[in-house]
């Protein structure tokens, strides 16, 4: 089965600056990644999504890219704000229709 | 627009008691999904559902089952509860059962067990 591994597992950030998140994923099959950012106590929502036919994709401040090759995928966020601050999860399927989700990053954006 | 709605919100249990969660899917979407997450962890799949049928099977132990109603709400159902069994769980719904369906997730049930 797929393994979605997830890094850092905690991050600190000051407000303003960039962050980056790197997963990488062992199912060659795998063409789907999103990621979902989890409020504590609240929902996994997503918040951008990649597909294997596509190297990068933005959405404002946020942009993921996707390397095939090398089994990996990042999330950037540029000018982080505190509202930012959350636990963002990857996942990866392709395989299977269900999302293997990796093990979550806790971004933390000092004011 | 309507969301995931997930019943009851709250729930606290003895253990070896049962306990059933509800999910109501956006309209339109026939697929469900349910997920177990514990404090700091990450979701974990249990079942889904498509049309009705069971469609994956995960980490959901033998002591729960879950079915999909014609109206296509889902009914997690947890017998036997154990401490271990504390959790948020969430069911997320799609339309279609493809990759790259969306699955909105509802807001989660909290279920503490005494």
């Known amino acids: 089965g797929e393994n979605v591994e997830q890094h850092p597992s905690t991050l600190s950030v000051q407000e303003g600056d960039s962050a980056v998140i790197k997963c990488t994923y062992s199912d060659s099959a795998s063409n789907y990644f999103p990621w979902y950012k989890q409020e504590l106590g609240k929902r996994p929502q997503l918040i951008i999504d990649?597909?294997?036919?596509?190297g990068e994709k933005k959405d404002q401040r946020i942009a993921v890219t996707l390397n095939k090759t090398a089994k990996h995928f990042s999330l950037h966020i540029t000018e982080t704000q505190p509202e930012d601050s959350a636990v963002y999860f990857c996942?990866?399927?392709?395989?299977?229709?269900?999302?293997?989700f990796g093990r979550g990053t806790s971004l933390i954006v000092h004011p | 627009a309507a969301g995931v709605i997930q019943s009851p919100r709250h729930l606290i249990k003895e253990k070896r008691e049962t306990a059933t969660l509800k999910c109501y899917p956006i309209p339109r979407h026939d697929t469900v999904y349910w997920y177990q997450q514990g404090p700091g962890q990450d979701p974990q799949f249990l079942i889904s559902f498509y049309e009705k049928m069971q469609s994956d099977k995960g980490s959901i132990p033998d002591r729960f089952s879950a079915q999909q109603f014609s109206d296509y709400h889902s009914e997690l159902n947890m017998s036997s509860l154990e401490l271990g069994d504390s959790a948020l769980y969430f069911c997320?719904?799609?339309?279609?059962?493809?990759?790259?369906?969306?699955?909105?997730f509802g807001p989660g049930t909290r279920l503490t067990v005494l």
């Open positions: 997320a719904s799609s339309l279609g059962l493809g990759l790259g369906n969306e699955q909105f």
């Open positions: 996942a990866a399927s392709g395989g299977s229709y269900i999302p293997t």
């Open positions: 990649i597909r294997s036919n596509v």
